[in-house]
């Protein structure tokens, strides 16, 4: 009888832990650039801010930059992670990102996003690499 009783609670114990690790959120709280390098156009320059949202929901919210054309400031629509995938909808240019996270040794930070900015019927590979405090400076 004892035996059993171990035996529940450790599968119930076990069972914790994964849902536990599944239900874990990636931070990607920060800026990211990238470039989105369509084959007939010059590689476009993309920066994403983003940050939890100020009606503290749990949320994530943001902004897009596309300095080289001078447009800033605009809204991000929703941002989604589930386990290691990643998708941005960017309503005002009507655009979405899918992609994976890229984590480090550690399997703690998230070093890059890598996927598919899509638009207007087209998909461009993009990646989104952190920027650091010194580049966000700048």
Known sequence: MIKQIVITAMGTLM??????????????????????????YEPIPVVLHIHPSTEQTGELTGSLDFPSQYRTGLPIGAIRING???SIMLT?????????????????????????WSQAGEHVPLELTRQTTEETAQ
Do not use: C, K, P
């Not at 240019?93 to 598919?116: C, I, K, N, P, R």
């Open 15 to 40: 069972l914790s832990f994964i849902a536990l690790a599944q239900s874990e959120q990636y931070d990607i709280t920060g800026d990211w650039q990238g470039e989105l390098d369509a084959a007939r």
């Open 84 to 86: 290691s995938n990643v």
């Open 92 to 116: 005002s240019v009507q655009a979405e990102f899918y992609g994976e996270l890229t984590l480090d040794e550690s399997g703690q930070h998230v070093l890059s996003m890598q996927g598919d």
